[in-house]
């Protein structure tokens, strides 16, 4: 068995990407309603309708866009519920996300259920496929590993620039750090609160159901039980290992991919000397000891988890 | 020039009726100053002319057009701006974020970062009013926060400019400097509204004077028809003069420190250094000295947080070996402490909670010892709300809610209906307005007058010639020996906690 040959093998990063697109997605979301101030733990759920909603568009004889944008729609309507929950009632954020989680996983079950009643084995659909980028995927080693993935895979790069881009150059972008800094600051300017803060989880619920989608339309080809399997968990923990910046995201996103991506490898290269369960456990140990370490330069959003009420007394 | 009117303003918080049918109109140019002791109602109208808050009843009127209720954005439009006591800024975000919030269409795809860099300088220079750019919020000082305040009123274009209690977190020097930039404001037509419980300020810089009491207001006169008694008077209702000491003969010792010693921490001075003092009964002994010179510790000492690393304490001729404060609240000390919001009270619990606080375990309050009495706790704090004046919307409100006067009132209540032998009041008048000091002085001489022992720590000096019997003078550590405040004068004291001991010693 031979370790170095597994970290120069072409397949092994392209695995990363693939492993990291459907958290970008769900990290930068949450990312963005945290921002805004709003902790957004309906993001596993959310995730999930997103896996099933896009997939079915799909299945249902819908584009694979078109399935990309109804599950971001989906997801942006569950965002509305939260807010309406937590921006616009002021109740606990956690217990609000964590029933939307309840709600939006058990919903997609049912849903799916009810549209395919019968199915033991999963149907498939045609999922995105390989975009070869001309010149590029023609080199050795890169070409195989970064310029040859799904449309999805190449939007979840380009999301982190954008995301950057509108969270500190732009007007929109000001305001949602002012809501989640100090909303008062923010209503003393003249913009309403519950407008950013409502905007923000809305926008940042869509692209976590992107996320999910990511998984049933480009990653896989079916949708099944079970198949977030936490994913929205490790965003939750990859926005806290960011410090709260896009570009730490992107950079946490894929080191835990590569740590994913590592220990299905180690496991076959293992073979049984190991027990297995200790490759699995191995990228959550080291997310573990990766946010310790970390923790000492976090700088929170001062109003993260604070309702504002319009007209209390401040 | 822009014309501002409030006309007939009421509103409510719950029971609590926080501004009363108040009318204030103010032309262009004109300096008017809003005077009230805390808690008057002079933020919440400022609030409701800014759109924070909706007026139950009334209207605010610029130029002859009503503003819409409750909306900020129309305010800003309309050309008020508003600078908040407590600032808001955001300390993560740079100053210019912090200024072009607000200043742009939300849903424009670029943000003019340069050309707002550019006015923001621009105006910096104009007003005098220096602050960097890019610097995040939080580094820098109180009063470089507050320029950034006033420099987004500013850059927003306003006309009429609202500044709540702008001296409250400034040194001298800044303060001075504020009111040259404000005649500068003033003369290029802005009008001005100015929040002050302060007397001296509000004769420096205004034209007109209006004074709320209880929510509506009790008077308006033209400043040059002012003096500090007449506005002093308007603001609390009453003549109100500072309480002098009577003299009164100290009885048998109460509290003695003997050589007592906290050392600093590695490589540090000693922070108390060998610091003897006897506070008898009957007496007030008052430490002055500049903040940071080992009045923390001494304090700490005293309310049984901090175990001395040499000497000894002894409570009527008795040593202390267990420090702990539960045990100095049974042996008859009484604290104010100076941080009233982190150390006196519990912000989040109720008033009558905060009331019985110090009170644990006793009956009637507690039965068996073990559980608490609601019925007993409530009326008991009703007595005490009662007999102090504690102004506040019920007993069952949020502690934090209350203003600094009632705080201050409310550990007072409890202090003092401890039967206390012995009081720490370290700074018990900071930041409060001249009807709630008198009130505090009052009863700290009441206190003394029945045979308590008070240690006064204090940086006023007004304060400490006007109510205490002896006064020692902590520097680096150290404390001078106790002099009789009737026989000295301001200016040795002054002199003293400049480091000038040996002179008079």
């Known amino acids: 068995m031979d370790w170095l040959e597994l970290f120069i093998s072409a397949g092994f990063w392209a695995a990363m990407l693939r492993i990291a697109a459907p958290l970008i997605f769900g990290t930068i979301g949450e990312l963005v309603c945290e921002r805004a101030g709003v902790l957004n733990l309906g993001i596993e759920?959310?995730?999930?309708?997103?896996?099933?909603?896009?997939?079915?568009?799909?299945?249902?004889?819908?584009?694979?866009?078109?399935?990309?944008?109804?599950?971001?729609?989906?997801?942006a309507m569950f965002g509305l519920l939260h807010a309406i929950f937590v921006v616009h009632l002021g109740l606990s954020q956690h217990v609000s996300g964590i029933g939307i989680t309840l709600l939006a996983s058990s919903l997609s079950y049912f849903v799916f259920r009810m549209i395919l009643p019968d199915s033991t084995t999963p149907p498939k659909i045609t999922p995105f496929q390989p975009i070869n980028i001309p010149g590029l995927s023609d080199l050795p080693f890169f070409g195989e590993a970064f310029f040859s993935h799904t449309p999805l895979t190449y939007l979840a790069l380009a999301i982190i620039p954008v995301a950057i881009y509108c969270i500190y150059r732009t007007p929109v972008g000001r305001a949602v750090r002012m809501a989640g800094e100090n909303p008062v600051a923010l209503e003393a300017q003249g913009i309403d609160v519950l407008h950013i803060r409502t905007g923000a989880v809305m926008v940042g619920s869509a692209l976590m159901a992107i996320g999910g989608?990511?998984?049933?339309?480009?990653?896989?080809?079916?949708?099944?039980?079970?198949?977030?399997?936490?994913?929205?968990?490790?965003?939750?923990?990859?926005?806290?290992?960011?410090?709260?910046?896009?570009?730490?995201?992107?950079?946490?996103?894929?080191?835990?991919?590569g740590l994913d991506a590592f220990q299905v490898r180690a496991q076959q290269l293992a073979g049984g000397a190991i027990p297995y369960q200790f490759f699995l456990m191995l990228p959550y140990l080291l997310s573990i000891g990766a946010m310790i370490v970390i923790s000492k330069s976090m700088r929170y959003p001062k109003a993260l988890l604070v309702p504002f009420r319009r007209g209390d007394r401040i | 020039m822009a014309d501002l009117r409030i006309n007939g303003v009421t509103k409510r918080f719950g029971t609590l009726t926080a501004n009363d049918n108040v009318s204030l109109s103010v032309a262009g140019g004109e300096v008017v100053a809003l005077l009230g002791e805390n808690g008057a109602g002079k933020t919440t109208l400022m609030n409701i002319l800014f759109g924070h808050y909706v007026a139950d009843e009334g209207s605010v009127e610029i130029d002859g057009k009503t503003l819409p209720p409750g909306s900020t954005d129309a305010a800003i439009k309309a050309g008020v701006g508003m600078v908040h006591q407590h600032f808001t800024l955001a300390e993560n975000l740079s100053v210019l974020d912090n200024i072009m919030l607000g200043t742009e269409s939300l849903f424009s795809l670029t943000s003019k970062v340069g050309a707002a860099r550019k006015k923001l300088q621009h105006l910096a220079k104009e007003y005098n009013l220096e602050v960097h750019p890019d610097?995040?919020?939080?580094?820098?000082?109180?009063?470089?926060?507050?320029?950034?305040?006033?420099?987004?009123?500013?850059?927003?274009?306003?006309?009429?400019?609202?500044?709540?209690?702008?001296?409250?977190?400034?040194?001298?020097?800044?303060?001075?400097?504020?009111f040259v930039n404000l005649k500068n404001m003033v003369a290029s037509g802005m009008s001005i509204i100015f929040i002050s419980h302060k007397l001296h300020e509000i004769l420096a810089i205004s034209d007109r004077v209006t004074v709320l009491r209880h929510g509506a207001v009790v008077g308006e006169v033209a400043t040059k028809d002012a003096d500090r008694a007449l506005l002093a008077e308007m603001m609390v209702g009453r003549k109100v003069s500072r309480p002098k000491a009577e003299i009164i003969s100290a009885g048998e010792p109460i509290v003695e420190l003997e050589k007592i010693s906290i050392k600093g921490d590695k490589g540090m001075p000693m922070l108390l250094n060998e610091v003897s003092l006897t506070i008898r009964q009957n007496e007030i002994v008052a430490i002055a000295g500049v903040a940071g010179n080992g009045q923390r510790e001494l304090a700490a000492l005293l309310s049984g947080m901090q175990k001395p690393d040499g000497g000894s304490l002894l409570v009527?001729?008795?040593?202390?070996?267990?420090?702990?404060?539960?045990?100095?609240?049974?042996?008859?000390?009484?604290?104010?402490?100076?941080?009233?919001?982190?150390?006196?009270?519990?912000?989040?619990?109720?008033?009558?909670?905060?009331?019985?606080s110090e009170k644990l375990r006793q009956s009637p309050l507690w039965r068996y010892g073990r559980i608490i009495d609601f019925d007993a706790c409530r009326k008991k704090a009703a007595e005490l709300i009662e007999q102090f004046d504690i102004r506040c919307n019920g007993m069952e409100t949020e502690t934090r809610l209350l203003s600094g006067g009632n705080m201050q009132k409310l550990i007072l209540a409890r202090t003092l209906t401890a039967d206390p032998k012995f009081i720490l009041a370290n700074q018990p008048v900071r930041g409060l307005d001249e009807g709630a000091i008198a009130f505090v002085h009052e009863q700290l001489l009441n206190?003394?007058?029945?045979?308590?022992?008070?240690?006064?720590?204090?940086e006023d000096l007004d304060e400490i010639f006007s109510i205490a019997d002896q006064v020692a003078v902590i520097y680096h550590g150290r404390l001078s020996p106790l002099l009789n405040v009737r026989e000295t004068d301001i200016g040795t004291i002054g002199a003293m906690m400049g480091g000038h001991m040996k002179e008079v010693a």
């Open chain 1, 45 to 75: 759920g959310i995730m999930t309708m997103g896996a099933m909603t896009g997939w079915m568009w799909v299945f249902q004889g819908g584009s694979l866009w078109g399935g990309v944008m109804f599950a971001a729609f989906v997801g």
């Open chain 2, 135 to 178: 610097a995040l919020v939080g580094s820098l000082s109180v009063g470089e926060r507050q320029r950034v305040e006033i420099l987004k009123v500013l850059y927003r274009g306003a006309r009429i400019l609202i500044l709540d209690e702008p001296t409250a977190v400034l040194t001298p020097a800044e303060t001075e400097q504020l």
């Open chain 2, 447 to 458: 206190a003394r007058a029945s045979g308590v022992g008070i240690l006064l720590i204090s």
């Open chain 1, 213 to 257: 989608a990511y998984l049933t339309i480009s990653a896989f080809d079916a949708f099944f039980f079970g198949m977030i399997n936490g994913r929205g968990w490790i965003c939750i923990a990859l926005v806290i290992f960011a410090s709260w910046k896009p570009g730490r995201a992107l950079f946490g996103a894929l080191l835990f991919a």
């Open chain 2, 316 to 356: 009527e001729g008795k040593p202390v070996t267990k420090n702990n404060p539960n045990r100095f609240l049974q042996m008859g000390f009484g604290r104010i402490p100076e941080d009233r919001h982190h150390t006196g009270t519990v912000g989040e619990m109720n008033v009558w909670e905060n009331l019985i």
